[in-house]
């Protein structure tokens, strides 16, 4: 059975619109969605150039002279499911399919961006119609919606789809029945005729269609015309469309008006997968292959002319150019409403096709369609068409069947001549009427001359009923009379009928107005629960998206987490090696310390032991002086008794010369007693001058002790401060890290520094200008060090105040040594002029006594030079002492610079290790800082991310109703739709008509009329209800 014509846009009447409405049109939806990048991009690595901002709607490309950027109604991004294309973009036009309109929906694009994808999905595993995989497309949702929303208005609905393909400008039918699709197998498929219907709408002649009552039904059908698509493997897709092909979706819904007449309201949705526009270079086609491309870009490139004409308002618009173009000619400026996908590639590779798909879309998006509501059939009418159809086409099977060379039923044949026979025999029949009737016209006139006649003789009886008529008057009156009284109960009546029409058509109107503002809120309240349920949708999606922002918020917190503990793990270590580091040299500076204190020990036992050799040599000397004096005294009174005789003559001037001598000797040895004193306290002041300085020295290095006790404290205390700054990291890192570590470092800085000034000042006034430069650059530690500074200053002058009074103490003491020589000399000196002036004096008494006066004088000279002699001997020893002295002095002055110098070594030894072990450590704070702010531009760009691009906004539908002002009606207006009460409106009808019944009373009054008239009675509401009006005899 060969199937029927079926109209792929018939004309089917539409329900008029507004002018306005109809002159302005609806713009074209246009819809491009984004691909994301496929295996061999990926492989290729190539660079994104486009760009999909959802929020906004925009499409951005980016092209080697200058970025392009396109505005369209919808737009969706790499990142986009196909229920979020669903439902934004197609659901209110399934909507409006099941209101009564025509819809299509067609996706375009290069070859391999997703058409087929968009519009079908992957092959359906699950038969369940409630169940979609999350992959599903554009026809399986919109199945699924079209029967969820039917099934819960529990409406009375029919329904037929048909999905026909278009390759090489030959339209084929894909649900074809298996049977004949065997028979054709080994030929090629027979084209269906595209034909117009004379209504200004297409059909395709032979187009099967297929009743549906489930949605598995069409997933079937589906499957199975997608199967038969033609398909081919190029370079850019695996599995190409080679073909256009269109599912179509037929609905009958049954609704019923106010009278209770059924209606039945059609609606028809179009779904075009088009063939993928391609590069035959790039695809890799051939021969038939090529061939194949070049039929799909001609109809394309026909389809992009007719989008230009649309555009531009050019007069001639060339559908008929190709079938595609025919086929969607009322989706393309007609009455139907369209939405087109537009399918685009991320790849530079797919620059050129993506920019020809992006110009495509954006001037579909100025045509301008009509759309117009299908016009709602009787059901009566359908039933009676149907039937006539279905009779139809069983006349023509049997004739078919029959195949006896007439190409028309054998019954219709015969009902024809049967009708032709009637009608020749109905011409006879009436042919011999008109002769009766010509007969029958003679007859008549001849009965008319005889009313004539017998008018004649009524008329002279008629003068015999006028008398009877004069008598009858008198009668006439009174009946009349009680006519008028029966006119005017009619009245009464007839007012009484009209006031209950008048608020029966009065409650009839308040009705339909009602009914209408119902309609309308029932709309309305639609409106609102679809967007309800709209609002619902997004609220969801985005709850889970804010879940999953959540949960990788987490994962990135805990990433940060670790590694914050880590760096904090590597800095406490980092401490400890330091804080192990400043131990170790605080114990090497301890043995250093120890080192200078067993070296100014020894010092001191050597300046001790120097100082006992002095009192030694001082004692001996005191101790011969006094051996010398004695003997000198035993020899000058051995002398003086030996002279005593000789001398006593001259005992006077002997006694004076002796007077002065021991006058002389005397002084010369109070003057040796005092210079021994002198000696004395001199040796006492340079043991006090040591018993300081070594004070001093200890003390300094108490202070120096005590100093690296209170550095030792610091340390602790910064490292205490650093611990506590390290569990506070999480809540002030980016505020305290940096300042932190700089405080430290300069802490530390400023501490060595400060601790290498100061042993540079005790070793040697040259290394001034660095602990100036230390000052100077480490000012914020100078207060807290100025003790220490006081203190090794101190020491430092202490000690030089200490080498000057010993070098002073020195010199006065050489100075006073060689003055009281030179004063004991010139004691001498004149102690040996006054014996020779006492010799000369005693010139006679010396001869006598030359012998034993020159003995005595050998004696004393030889005293005197003996006491001489042993003093040089002193004085020679004295000086080698000093100078075996200050030697050992130098020798561990010297000692102490070298201890100090190692010091000095180690202590910038150990500061480089802790400026480098700082410089680590700063470079570890600063690969922390950079981590840590990956880390955070890291959730940044998540979040970001999450709630600027992948956030679903509420779009706009414009159907949400707008706010409007209901008028609920009043009990009391509702009450004064009543009708009155019956006596009132008789009341009224008496107050109104009082003039009339005064007036018909005087005219009771008035004598007989003689003349009798019969007029219509004029009153037009009389004539109401199909009776005849009353007429009044005057």
């Known amino acids: 059975m060969p199937p029927s014509p079926s109209p792929l846009y018939p004309a089917s009447p539409a329900a008029p619109l507004p002018s306005k409405e109809r002159d302005k049109g609806v713009n074209v ?6 691909r994301p990048f496929n295996d061999d991009e990926l492989r290729l690595n190539g660079p994104h150039v486009v760009m999909c901002n959802e929020a906004r709607r925009e499409v951005t490309v980016t092209t080697k002279l200058l970025d392009r950027m396109f505005t369209f109604d919808k737009v969706f991004g790499q990142q986009a499911q196909q229920k979020d294309l669903y439902d934004q973009a197609i659901a209110p036009i399934v909507n409006e399919v099941l209101e009564g309109y025509n819809c299509t929906v067609f996706a375009y694009g290069q070859t391999g961006t997703g058409k087929t994808y968009t519009m079908e999905g992957p092959a359906r595993k699950s038969k369940n119609a409630g ?75 032979g187009l099967e269609e297929e009743v549906v009552y489930s949605a598995n039904d069409i997933f079937n059908l589906l499957e199975r015309g997608s199967a038969k698509r033609r398909t081919a493997e190029t370079l850019l897709n695996k599995q190409s469309s080679r ?20 209606l039945i309201k059609c609606g028809r949705l179009n779904l075009v997968d088009l063939a993928g526009s391609e590069s035959i270079s790039r695809s890799g086609a051939r021969e038939a292959r090529a061939r194949e491309a070049g039929e799909i870009n001609k109809s394309l490139l026909t389809l992009g002319r007719v989008i230009t004409s649309l555009v531009e308002h050019l007069g001639h618009v060339p ?76 006349t023509e099977v049997f004739a078919a069947r029959e195949r ?40 008549m006139e001849a009965s008319l001359e005889s009313e004539r006649q017998l008018s004649a003789y009524l008329s002279s009886g008629l003068e015999a009923t006028k008398n009877k008529l004069e008598e009858t008057e008198d009668c006439l009156c009174d009946a009349q009379e009680k006519i008028k009284e029966a006119q005017y109960i009619i009245k009464e009546r007839d007012y009484v009928i009209s006031r209950l029409q008048q608020s029966e058509n009065e409650l009839v109107q308040k009705a339909a107005n009602l009914r209408a503002e119902l309609e309308s809120s029932v709309e309305d309240i639609a409106g609102l629960h679809l967007k309800i349920d709209r609002k619902s949708d997004i609220e969801e999606q985005n709850h889970k998206l804010v879940q999953s922002f959540q949960s990788s918020l987490g994962e990135h917190l805990e990433s940060l987490r670790r590694t914050v503990a880590n760096s904090i793990a590597q800095q406490q270590q980092k401490f400890q090696d330091t804080e192990q580091q400043l131990r170790s040299f605080i114990t090497t500076k301890e043995k250093v310390s120890e080192d200078l204190k067993e070296k100014v020990s020894s010092l001191k036992d050597i300046y001790c032991s120097g100082l006992k050799g002095l009192n030694g040599m001082v004692e001996c000397h005191d101790k011969e002086s006094a051996s010398t004096f004695e003997k000198l005294n035993g020899a000058i ?21 002796c007077k002065d001598l021991q006058t002389t000797l005397q002084n010369q040895e109070r003057e040796i007693i005092g210079f021994t004193k002198q000696l004395q306290q001199g040796a006492m002041q340079n043991i006090e001058s040591l018993r300081t300085i070594s004070n001093v020295t200890i003390e300094f290095f108490l202070s120096l002790e005590k100093g690296a006790t209170e550095l030792c404290q610091a340390l602790y205390q910064s490292h205490k401060t650093q611990q506590e700054c390290l569990e506070k990291l999480e809540e002030t890192y980016q505020e305290c890290s940096k300042r932190e570590e700089e405080e430290l470092i300069q802490k530390i800085a400023d501490m060595l520094t400060a601790s290498s000034d100061r042993k540079l000042d005790l070793v040697h006034t040259k290394l001034k200008h660095l602990r100036e430069t230390g000052s100077k650059d480490f000012q914020e530690m100078e207060h807290g060090m100025l003790d220490m500074h006081g203190i090794s200053s101190k020491a430092r002058i202490k000690w030089q105040s200490y080498m000057g009074q010993a070098e002073n103490t020195y010199a006065e003491h ?138 679903t906004e509420d779009t706009p539908t ?67 209800d199909g009776r005849l009006p009353l007429i009044t005899l005057n």
Not at 168 to 187: C, F, G, Q
Not at 994 to 1006: I, T
Not at 1011 to 1024: C, G, M, Q, R, V
Request: contains cysteine; charged residues 30%.
């Open 29 to 34: 939806q246009v819809v491009v969605r984004c």
């Open 319 to 394: 559908y008929r150019d190709s079938k595609l173009t025919r086929l969607l000619r009322e989706s393309l400026g007609g009455k139907a409403k369209t939405c087109i996908i537009a399918t685009i590639g991320p790849s530079f590779q797919c620059l050129e096709e993506s920019l020809s798909t992006l110009d495509y879309a954006y001037r579909a998006k100025s045509i301008k369609n009509k759309p117009e509501m299908n016009q709602k059939i009787l059901k009566s009418a359908l039933i009676k068409d149907l039937y006539m159809e279905i009779e139809k086409l069983k």
């Open 814 to 951: 050489s100075a006073s040594l060689s003055a009281k020589n030179s004063q004991l000399q010139g004691l001498i000196q004149d102690c040996v002029k006054g014996t020779k002036a006492a010799g000369d004096k005693w010139k006679s008494g010396q001869r006598t006594l030359h012998e034993l006066e020159a003995k005595n004088v050998q004696q004393v000279e030889s005293i005197i030079k003996d006491g001489i002699h042993t003093n040089e001997l002193l004085l020679k020893k004295f000086n080698e002492s000093n100078e075996s002295i200050v030697s050992s002095i130098d020798t561990g002055y010297a000692h102490i610079l070298d201890s100090i110098e190692s010091s000095l070594t180690n202590d910038k030894d150990a500061g480089t290790a802790t400026l480098s072990s700082c410089s680590r450590q700063s470079t570890a704070l600063t690969e922390l800082q950079t981590s840590h702010h990956s880390g955070t531009k890291s959730i940044e760009d998540l979040a970001d991310r999450c709630f600027n691009e992948e956030y």
């Open 958 to 1024: 414009c159907s949400t109703p707008k706010k409007r002002n209901i008028e609920v009606p009043c009990q009391a207006s509702i009450d004064g739709l009543r009708a009155p009460e019956f006596e009132k409106m008789l009341v009224e009808f008496h107050e109104a008509n009082a003039p009339l019944l005064m007036g018909e009373k005087a005219n009771s009054n008035r004598s007989p009329i003689r003349e009798t008239k019969i007029p219509i009675f004029a009153d037009s509401s009389l004539l109401k």
């Open 243 to 262: 073909s256009h092909s269109i599912f179509s979706i037929i609905i009958h819904i049954k609704e019923s008006n106010i009278g209770g007449e059924e």
């Open 637 to 657: 009174s051995g002398h003086a008794s030996a002279l005593e005789e000789l001398l006593s003559v001259a005992v006077s001037e002997a006694e004076l010369v």
């Open 404 to 443: 006896n060379g007439i190409y028309l039923p054998r019954d219709r044949y015969l009902q024809e001549e049967a009708g032709k026979k009637a009608m020749s025999d109905k011409i006879d029949q009436m042919e011999s009427e008109i002769h009766a009737k010509d007969k029958q016209l003679e007859e």
């Open 131 to 205: 169940e979609l995989p999350t992959e599903a497309g554009v026809i399986p949702r919109a199945v699924q919606q079209i029967f969820h929303t039917l099934e819960s208005q529990h409406a009375e609905y029919n329904m037929k789809v048909t999905f026909l393909e278009l390759y090489n400008e030959e339209i084929t039918d894909l649900l074809a029945p298996d049977e004949i699709s065997r028979l054709v197998d080994d030929k090629p498929r027979k084209p269906l005729a595209l034909m117009e219907d004379g209504k200004g709408g297409v059909l395709v002649r």
